[in-house]
């Protein structure tokens, strides 16, 4: 667990060997792209290369160093190609000096904003403290140790495909490269701390330089570039004026943002906040959503350059990386395939349909009609006149609709320009997505889709209540006005920012894709990132109109103040936040099983959340937390019923730890709060093995 330093020095050599190929692959490919483009995609390329080079000797090797090593002798060809175009390469890494002259303050702001998530990575991330307890932050309180357990259970099992260690038996469905790359790591002997951290600050970096990179590429505007970080990262509604003291009766005091556990003004749940900030509720604790937008970041940029900046060198490998999607983040392949198939339509329609033709219909009218929509659906949710399978029409016919739209497209394209255009672009995009992606999907994900009734209609993910309209409003805030500015100005050239949203909101509002519905934002989280880049280009040239109106500065400084004030405090919160997430003896207990208990050992624990069996040692234990599993789409009703006769009537009940192989038991102070314990029974049955003032651990020998 906690490794050692020639394990640290091997684990940081192996991730950075994959980032070096990464990025000494795409110099070479692509000698006459800018440099910083060059950089961000190359750190991109590298990190998938990690996650997905030692899975595929995995399946034949299991999940073991000589897996890893192979890994490592398949990425030397691509240094090889690298090597003999070191006259591209040099070059390209010549220019950065340039490259950082021009983009100095983006370079600034990167080397700011990454100090604070290494110091939220560093607080956050198993703190170490002087009695020997593991610490943590508010958000990473619960998440971070699902994440923990399938680090360790990959690394320390090392059997694949992987099983659940928080339900031994069933295959992990859950997208497990966004751990697997930790796993790595852990592997080669580094701490657990360092291989979950060293990730993720190359995850985050690869996002922020992308975000930048994508409005930079598309403005030519540092300043619309430096709004779109803005609005998208400090992303926070109105939620700061709850603390606000407006009267004697208020309900939250301004303090309690730094001392209450999830009162802040981005996550209220109380008052309907849920439109969460990206970094504190979404990056920080969520890793699959981190190293998902990490790849898909990338991938729209390249997508975008390649569909409608008419680069078409970059299709195939924006496939690549759609095709690496599904086990590291599946609603990002989600959100990548919607978006794709919007852009395909919007480059049919504009081969086909001549200017003279073109359709009037605007940006304004199609949001009105959007609203009007969802106002009809919520009045008829609420009087219970609409069920979940017609919410689950509604949201399929928008996409029905495109569809056929699309295919008449399609064959008027066909009829008049012949498929070589298509098929050398798109079609080079499809092809590896078609490969590679499908087996991904049939393998792991729609079985367990399928058994957990995880897709099913459902009106509006997070509103607990609001009217449609107000929830928003007070959930986006101030930067709602330039996405609907933007959205009322849109014109054609803006069209693939604005279209895209409309569909991931739509099937976001009316479709859930997890039990968690909470879980579709990280559908619209995407479609953010669009209108954010939207909202930036309408905000700086609204800006630019004024430019005669006096006070014109101070109306702009206030709005940022105000777009931003409710994410800064958040941010704030996770800066001052810290919470015992192991004690003293959870953690004395957890290195005595890493050392003296087989890798695959079963524990009988309660399924605490905070499970150091499942998520230090990544042992396996018999049940772990619903607050995991169910959202997982398991049921763990009989699992969860065999806890309490095992725990309870020992004695009675030897045939459950012969059927889930239970080989020890672990009695302290969690289990003795869950269930009525004897400890003379224990004794009686078992042999102990390890033992505190309040904990014992038996060894069963089954």
């Known amino acids: 667990m906690y490794g050692t330093i020639t394990g640290d020095i091997m684990a940081a050599a192996y991730f950075l060997f994959f980032q070096l190929s990464g990025i000494l692959l795409i110099f070479a490919i692509y000698p006459k792209e800018k440099p910083l483009a060059k950089l ?18 995995s399946f034949f090797l299991d999940f073991t160093l000589i897996s890893h ?53 560093y607080t956050h991330t198993l703190l170490p403290q002087d009695d020997g307890s593991l610490w943590t932050g508010q958000c990473a309180y619960g998440d971070m140790n699902m994440h923990l357990g399938f680090i360790t259970s990959i690394a320390g099992q090392q059997t694949f495909p992987p099983e659940y260690s928080i339900m031994p038996g069933m295959k992990l469905s859950y997208p497990f490269l966004s751990d697997s790359i930790s796993s790595s790591l852990y592997l080669f002997g580094s701490s657990l701390r360092f291989a979950y951290i060293l990730p993720m600050i190359f995850a985050m970096g690869q996002i922020f330089g992308t975000v930048y990179l994508f409005a930079r590429s598309l403005f030519h505007s540092l300043s619309k570039s430096l709004l779109t970080l ?4 400090l992303n926070g509604g109105f939620g700061f004026a709850y603390f606000v003291n407006w009267s004697r009766n208020q309900g939250y005091a301004f303090s309690d943002i730094f001392t209450g556990f999830y009162l802040t003004p981005t996550n209220l749940v109380d008052q309907n906040i849920r439109w969460v900030n990206v970094i504190a509720d979404m990056f920080l604790p969520q890793r699959a959503t981190l190293f998902g937008y990490a790849a898909l970041f990338p991938t729209l940029w390249l997508l975008y350059q390649a ?5 078409r060198k970059y299709f195939p490998l924006a496939g690549i990386f759609v095709a690496a999607l599904p086990m590291i983040h599946t609603h990002s392949f989600l959100g990548a395939g919607i978006v794709s198939a919007v852009w395909l339509l919007l480059w049919l329609w504009g081969r086909v349909i001549p200017e003279t033709k073109r359709t009037g219909i605007t940006g304004g009218f199609i949001l009105g009609v959007f609203l009007a929509v969802m106002c009809l659906l919520q009045y008829m949710d609420k009087k219970g006149r609409i069920t979940a399978n017609v919410l689950m029409l509604a949201g399929i016919s928008l996409f029905l609709a495109a569809v056929i739209y699309g295919i008449c497209l399609l064959i008027r394209y066909l009829k008049e320009k012949g498929p070589g255009e298509l098929l050398s672009g798109w079609g080079l995009y499809l092809l590896p997505v078609l490969m590679l992606a499908l087996p991904q999907l049939l393998f792991w994900t729609f079985g367990q889709v399928a058994e957990g009734g995880f897709v099913r209609g459902h009106f509006n993910w997070g509103n607990l209540g609001d009217f449609y309209p107000w929830f928003y409003i007070k959930n986006i805030g101030m930067p709602l006005l330039l996405i609907l500015g933007g959205i009322c100005a849109c014109n054609r050239r803006k069209a693939p920012l604005f279209l895209p949203p409309l ?21 619209l989280y995407v479609a953010y990132l669009l209108l954010c880049l939207g909202a930036a280009d309408f905000g700086v040239e609204l800006y630019g109109k004024i430019k005669d109106v006096k006070g014109r500065k101070l109306f702009a400084a206030s709005f940022l103040f105000f777009a931003a004030f ?21 953690v004395s207990l957890a290195q005595y099983v890493i050392e003296n208990t087989p890798a695959d050992a079963v524990f009988l624990t309660t399924n605490r959340h905070n499970n150091e069996i499942a998520s230090l040692t990544g042992r396996n234990v018999v049940c772990g937390s619903d607050s995991f599993l169910y959202f997982h789409g398991l049921d763990t009703t009989e699992r969860k019923n065999a806890l309490r006769l095992m725990f309870e009537k020992p004695a009675e009940h030897l045939e459950l730890y012969e059927k889930y192989r239970v080989s020890y ?7 003795r709060g869950s269930y009525q314990i004897s400890d003379p029974a224990f004794a009686e049955l078992f042999t102990p093995v390890y033992s505190t003032d309040q904990l014992t651990l038996y060894k069963t020998g089954f």
């Open 307 to 311: 569909a409608f900046h008419n680069r």
């Open 230 to 233: 803005l609005l998208f990262f």
């Open 69 to 121: 090593i192979l890994a490592a002798l398949a990425a030397i060809p691509v240094l090889v190609f690298a090597l003999r175009r070191r006259n591209a390469v040099a070059a390209g890494f010549g220019q950065l000096s340039g490259c950082i002259r021009k983009h100095m303050l983006f370079f600034i702001l990167l080397l700011l904003f990454m100090g604070v998530w290494c110091r939220l990575l």
């Open 665 to 671: 038991v672990v009695i302290s102070s969690f289990e």
């Open 566 to 586: 409710s994410g800064v405090l958040t941010l704030g919160r996770e800066w001052v936040s810290k919470y015992q997430l192991y004690n003293t003896e959870q």
């Open 503 to 523: 569909f991931l909101w739509w099937i976001g509002e009316l479709i859930v894709f997890t039990p968690n519905t909470y879980d579709n934002n990280k559908l």
């Open 40 to 57: 961000l995609i190359g750190s991109a390329a590298g990190s998938l290369m990690l996650a997905w080079f030692p899975v595929l000797f």
